[in-house]
């Protein structure tokens, strides 16, 4: 029994499980072969309210919660990651676009994400930036009724398959730092737009690239949140993703768990099941202590969530625990196949997709400062 999820939660997650079986994963390894993220599966989910549900009717979701969405997004991630950053991207940008846009702005958007007929990107790293997310160069001036963004974001998750972008940009001087950065939403046929993809190692379906912005015009009723504030008040958002993030990588761990336990009991050697030796199923019982473990805590940060209760910590523990430690079960898992499990197949794809987390999103060693400044203080941990 889980004391987060109540049956109709439990309910809703085999709903998910059937549809990601029969209809995800059947394309998950050429999905990343081709890297062509399969619009038909992203309309076919809005069409069965898997896309941001816990979004306000008001905007097309279904109010659910946070709960709700984080159960649907790790059904889809067990069946393909990559995929599943459909529901990654449409839960952190709708939250922004329902918190922070004008209501006239946010709602067709929102109706169309929601849908399943639009995927937006959050354009938020840049060349010289990385980790310090705060120092930004990409210039917002505002002309009249418009902004003119000039600069270049990058390591963008669907840079260029995305219908439209959250984009954080100065709009005032370097020296004030998130103080100075406001927020847009940017439709990605604006004149002065090109993108590239990158050739990453894993995600590919999804893909990562550069967007160059150069004399954009964007109207300035597209801001989201106060000017020179977009900053601060939207990454408060994060935390939503984060833990939406630790679900999206234990259930592939979990996945190659369950098929290495059945491996291992059916293979033989030296006239005995491999699980019978402990040096091959000592690591598997551990790991899967420890998913239990962080996913537990990545569903209690979402119960805090949906209780409007503090959640940053919880968040960044499971950024950076839920990703490395799914890195390493995938690997043990891998292992146990030996070279079956080295071939080109779920195993090695999955050790791929997973290791990206380790790097965008937020590294570990963020997350870990963000934990000790919860507890210590930020003046006692200072960046």
Known sequence: MNPYLDEDLMALGEHARRF??????PGFLERDRTRVLDRDIMREMGRMGFIAPELPEAYGGQG????AAGVIHEEIARADLSLSYINLLASLNGQILAQHARPEIARPWLERLVQGDALLAIA????????????????????????????????????DQADA??????????????????????????PGITRNRFDCHGQRAIGRGSIF???????????????????????QGFDFSRALIGLQVLAVAKASLEETWEYVAQREA??????AFQGVSHPLAEYETLVEAARLLCLQTLWLKDRQLPHTAEAAMCKWWGPKLSYDVIHQCLLSFGHGGYDRGPMEQRLRDVLGFQIGD??????????????????????
């Open 362 to 383: 937020g590294t570990a060693q963020i997350m870990k400062t963000i934990i000790a400044r919860t507890q210590a203080g930020r003046d006692a941990v200072p960046a």
């Open 270 to 275: 030296f006239g005995k099941p491999l699980s």
């Open 124 to 159: 938020l790293t840049e060349p010289r930036g990385g980790s310090d997310a705060a120092n930004l160069r990409l210039k917002m001036e505002r002309v009249g009724d418009e902004y003119v963004l000039n600069g270049e974001k990058t390591s963008i998750s669907a840079a």
């Open 213 to 235: 912005f150069e004399n954009v015009r964007v109207p300035v009723d597209h801001r989201l949140g106060d000017e020179g504030k977009g900053f601060v008040q939207v990454m």
């Open 64 to 67: 659910l919660g946070c709960l």
């Open 20 to 25: 990601a079986r029969e209809v995800v994963a």
């Open 165 to 190: 972008a959250v984009v954080f940009a100065r709009s005032g001087s370097v020296d004030e730092g998130a103080r100075g950065v406001s927020a847009l939403l940017v439709p990605m046929d604006l």
